[in-house]
């Protein structure tokens, strides 16, 4: 067997992989500030040393071929691990170190950020950057170290601590009960629900939980971000189901009215990354940091 082949040179996966991952050499060459020409060519020399076709062309486009496809997600996997050696060497050498670190964007910018200053008093060598996320992170094809999800605390293949169980508040604005109406979960039946798209269909559950027939409830409109719907309810629009440690401040100040029980959405906020992760300098700092403040969190 002939090794070579078994080992081609980086820059070779490095144009294929980035060829691969946006199926284009024109975005690939930018990325790598190479020329089309150039990718082309170090793609043509890959497949010729392994003696397949890797991309078609599809009019003035490339498509991944099956076993180009087969190749990109193997490979993917090879230069992530390289990546993240040669950041551990670094940060060893340097006695810092980088994290990135992909966060949901509602999470960050309530729970995270506000209590993120002491994390940087006690490491001060150490760079969180955040990568706001909603769907669930490909540790294989993003250049991201660890994630702060919400979901099913059983992910297969990765590291998963639990941080905060999530339980859901009806909240409204304190105006839509300006002219007497009393802050009643019997007064939410005629209002219209917000909800995440992203999040468990729960209203039937808090209306039935709270007394109310479910087929009074007059649904409305569907936001992707928490953060938008906290600022419709906030303006009136509508009354909303969200999580309660995410709208902790307007409560408090007066902005929303938090209207009967939380009900459990059976959904815990993790904190997740692959094992090989595990001994990133920086990602045992801010683990270390994380966990003890979520547990005091729930307490």
């Known amino acids: 067997m002939n090794y070579r082949r078994l080992t081609p040179s980086m820059s070779l996966l490095l144009a294929f992989e980035a060829a691969a991952r946006h199926e284009s050499y024109t975005r690939a060459a930018q ?92 490491n001060p060598g150490v760079q969180v950057h955040i990568h706001s996320r909603i769907q669930p992170v490909d540790f294989d094809a993003e250049d991201i170290d660890a994630a702060i999800c919400v979901g099913n605390p059983e992910q297969p293949g990765l590291v998963v601590h639990p941080l905060l169980a999530e339980s859901m508040v009806v909240v409204a604005s304190p105006t839509i009960f300006a002219a007497g109406v009393p802050a009643t ?82 959904r815990t906020y993790c904190l997740v990354y692959p094992p090989r992760n595990a001994v990133l300098p920086a990602l045992e700092a801010f683990r270390a940091w994380l966990l003890p403040r979520s547990a005091d969190t729930q307490a």
Do not use: C
């Open 31 to 122: 990325e790598l500030s190479l020329t089309q020409s150039a990718v082309s060519r170090q793609v043509q020399a890959l497949e010729a040393l392994l003696g397949v076709s890797l991309f078609r062309r599809e009019g003035r486009n490339i498509v991944l071929t099956d076993v180009g496809r087969l190749y990109r997600r193997e490979l993917a996997g090879a230069l992530a691990q390289i990546r993240n050696a040669t950041l551990q060497a670094v940060a060893y050498g340097s006695g810092v170190g980088t994290l990135r670190l992909a966060l949901l964007p509602t999470f960050g910018s309530k729970w995270l950020l506000p209590r993120l200053n002491t994390f940087y008093a006690a």
């Open 185 to 266: 979960a019997d007064a939410i039946a005629e209002q219209t629900l917000l909800q995440v798209a992203s999040h468990p269909p729960l209203w039937a559950q808090w209306f039935a939980e709270n007394g109310l027939d479910p087929q009074r409830m007059h649904g409305g409109p569907n936001f992707e971000l928490t953060s938008h719907l906290i600022q419709a309810v906030r303006a009136g629009i509508g009354v909303g189901l969200v999580p309660g440690l995410l709208v902790e401040d307007e409560l408090q100040q007066g902005h929303l009215l938090a209207i009967g029980a939380p009900i459990p959405s059976q």
